[in-house]
């Protein structure tokens, strides 16, 4: 007899691919996604026994997706998700809880039209959580590139027999940000609140004296919070591009932070997470 126990499990579609066209005459709105869908509930008995009685195949779920497209649209992607997440669970008696994950590319217009340009960097993202108690809205941004000149040190800091870094006074400090936010409601203008957020992080990065990457993570945390009363909670990701001033003076030549090689790899990461006071926290496994 077997001891193993089933502690937790999830199963879905992901990398959907859709992109929706919305025609208003001749002027068109283009939307670009990538679709993850997560499922779980009543479904012990696939992963003990194989029974599949209980099961919505994933491709089922990537289907509804492109029906829901053509039936209802995609004005914005909180909404879709929503949508989404609350009909799994609804139409299906053995799903209690789904996660549906959405990240928007960026497209913007050439001519006014119907010609466009894919920016590839910044995307927006949402991930809702729905089941019978509950429903989550988190919204979001990667790929949000952040750069300042001059404003930045980094002193102060541990030395022990394998430090080599330099303590600096001025630097270039730069990150490309990933960001997820929770929304105190589940309903509302997410297109301005989402701006309005964006804003709020470039505001608090360029406006904040760096004396270490993680202050500027707070300091941007704490501006959305200060600013945006439609979130509760905000978790940062923020890797430090590092840009190393070049040693000329082999060519007789100074430096006075002017040139500098940029690296990808490696690189530090900082992380963290501001939270209002009294709120009750989010299942962490759902973000």
Same mark, same amino acid.
């Given at each position: 007899m077997s001891d193993s126990l089933l502690q937790s499990h999830r199963y879905g579609k992901r990398a959907i691919r859709l992109v929706h066209v919305a025609r208003d005459g001749e002027r068109? !709105? #283009?939307?670009? #996604?990538?679709?993850?869908?997560? &499922?779980?509930?009543? &479904?012990?008995? +696939?992963?003990?026994? =194989?029974?599949?009685?209980g099961v919505l195949t994933t491709d089922a779920q990537k289907n509804t997706v492109y029906a829901f497209a053509k039936q209802y649209g995609v004005e914005r992607i909180e909404d879709f998700a929503l949508l989404l997440a609350r009909h799994f669970v609804r139409s299906q008696p053995t799903v209690s809880r789904s996660r549906v994950g959405i990240s928007q590319h960026r497209w913007d217009r050439i001519t006014p039209q119907h010609s466009f340009v894919r920016q590839d960097g910044e995307r927006r993202t949402v991930a809702v959580t729905h089941d019978a108690d509950e429903t989550w809205v988190v919204g979001g941004l990667s790929g949000l590139t952040l750069l300042?000149?001059? =404003?930045?040190? !980094?002193?102060?800091f541990v030395k022990d027999e394998y430090t080599t870094l330099p303590e600096t006074t001025d630097r270039i400090?730069? +990150?490309?940000v990933s960001a997820n936010w929770r929304y105190r409601e589940t309903a509302g203008d997410f297109d301005t609140w989402h701006a309005d957020i964006r804003r709020a992080l470039v505001t608090g990065f360029a406006e904040t004296y760096s004396r270490s990457l993680q202050q500027t993570l707070y300091a941007m945390g704490e501006k959305v919070l200060n600013t945006c009363p439609a979130v509760v909670e905000v978790r940062l990701s923020l890797p430090n591009q590092h840009h190393i001033?070049?040693?000329?003076?082999? !060519? =007789?030549?100074?430096?006075?932070n002017e040139v500098f090689v940029a690296t990808d790899q490696p690189h530090g990461l900082i992380e963290g997470a501001l939270m209002r006071e009294g709120v009750p926290a989010a299942d962490p496994a759902w973000w």
């Open positions: 068109h !709105f #283009l939307t670009d #996604l990538d679709v993850d869908i997560a &499922l779980t509930g009543d &479904l012990e008995s +696939t992963y003990l026994t =194989g029974d599949n009685t300042n000149s001059t =404003g930045s040190e !980094f002193r102060g400090m730069a +990150t490309s001033p070049v040693d000329l003076s082999h !060519f =007789g030549l100074d430096n006075p």
